[in-house]
């Protein structure tokens, strides 16, 4: 199947297709057409026409179309949350979750949509000059904005991101992650059907040269991404005077004190949080801090747990522990675990790789130095 991207309210090919493939089975579940440098322009300059626009459109009708974008995920739920998996690898209960998130998301922005527009005063008389007069703020839409979202949570980040811009009027050019296009396609659409403002919107797929082009491009108020800390600290190296939000990646450290009250419940919660969506988010656990007294005890418990662990089809509903994004992702993990060992690491369990799954894997004793400890597994 061929995939065309969406130009600012049409969906268009381009001579140039990516396959986009499910890393748990390899399978190639589509072809991608991607954006080209004319494409790109004609996006931008459709946002900057639409955010006047926008801007003007009255509050209820924002509202209203973000209503009606969070009903539509809401009812498409399925086909969502089977997308996501089949790109991301996400096991199907996570990703049906991240719809309702999503959902959620853009509910939250219909809700704020009066943010644009609201107005609060300002005393002028704190100096004498000022006796007899005040001023006041109010806030505008900041402009077009270019969104960078990622693979780990392809539609809830990406609400993170369209819902905010829409509740106050500022059209968004999307480039989705490589891996998970076919997602950030599917709200488009939605997008569309809710009713959502010409120009307001496009999705372009597109390569690493023309993505730092648009970050570089001072048409684009404001830069939002998510993404690793490498390279969201080099974007917003080079996005000059536009506003920058970025939320990165995090090493996760844990601390469990002897003093906790269930040992059993914290075991469950730091099993989950190392290991759904095959650790492969921001927030998940990678360090474990445990108080000398009880180490043991918990380790014994911890290995217990993560050994009943088996990775799975992703698809099935038992299923907690996925592939990783893909096959390098994971011979890069099993080569962290392998260089781990070598400096003096101890392996209690995993460590093996198939394909893109990677073994549930618990370390010691790991040299505070390693990359395990340091960076973003």
């Known amino acids: 199947m061929d995939v065309p991207f969406f130009l600012a309210g049409e969906w268009v090919d381009s001579p140039r297709l990516e396959a986009n493939v499910n890393p748990a089975t390899g399978e190639v579940i589509g072809h991608v057409y991607q954006a080209d440098e004319a494409a790109i322009e004609q996006a931008l300059q459709a946002a900057v026409r639409a955010a006047p626009k926008f801007a003007q459109q009255p509050t209820y009708v924002r509202a209203e179309v973000c209503r ?34 999503a959902s959620f998301t853009f509910q939250l922005a219909a809700e ?9 005063s300002v005393a002028a008389d704190r100096f004498k000059t000022g006796a007899g007069r005040f001023g006041y ?3 505008v ?7 960078m979202s990622p693979f780990n949570f392809p539609l809830n980040l990406t609400a993170h991101k369209l819902g905010p811009a829409f509740a106050v009027g500022c059209p968004v050019v999307l480039k989705p992650s490589p891996f998970t296009p076919q997602t950030n396609l599917m709200l488009a659409r939605i997008c569309e059907e809710a009713g959502l403002i010409e120009g307001a919107l496009s999705v372009v797929p597109c390569d690493v040269a023309l993505a730092e082009g648009m970050v570089r491009d001072e048409r684009f108020a404001l830069l939002s991404f998510t993404g690793s800390v490498k390279v969201g600290w080099y974007l917003k190296s080079i996005a000059g005077r536009k506003r920058v939000v970025l939320e990165l990646g995090n090493n996760s450290a844990n601390i469990v004190h002897e003093d906790a009250k269930d040992l059993e419940v914290v075991v469950q919660r730091l099993v989950l949080g190392s290991y759904a969506s095959a650790g492969q988010v921001c927030i998940k656990v990678q360090r474990l801090y445990v108080h000398r007294p009880i180490f043991e005890e918990f380790c014994a418990a911890f290995l217990k747990q993560t050994g009943e662990l088996s990775p799975g089809d992703p698809m099935q509903p038992e299923t907690l522990l996925g592939p990783m994004i893909d096959e390098a992702h994971a011979q890069r993990v099993e080569r962290w675990v392998q260089e781990a060992e070598a400096a003096g690491a101890r392996v209690l369990s995993g460590g093996g790789r198939q394909g893109a799954y990677v073994e549930p894997t618990v370390l010691t004793e790991v040299p505070h130095d390693n990359p395990c400890v340091q960076e973003e597994i």
Do not use: C
């Not at 009606?68 to 969502?80: F, K, P, V, Y």
């Not at 839409?141 to 969104?147: E, F, I, K, M, R």
């Open 68 to 101: 009606r974008i969070s009903n539509l995920i809401a009812e498409r739920e399925s086909d969502l949350a089977k997308m996501i998996t089949a790109e991301a690898g996400k096991p199907i209960q996570q990703a049906i979750g991240e719809v309702q998130r």
């Open 112 to 120: 704020q949509a009066g943010l644009a527009g609201e107005e609060r």
């Open 137 to 139: 703020v109010k806030r």
């Open 141 to 147: 839409p900041v402009g077009p904005v270019l969104a």
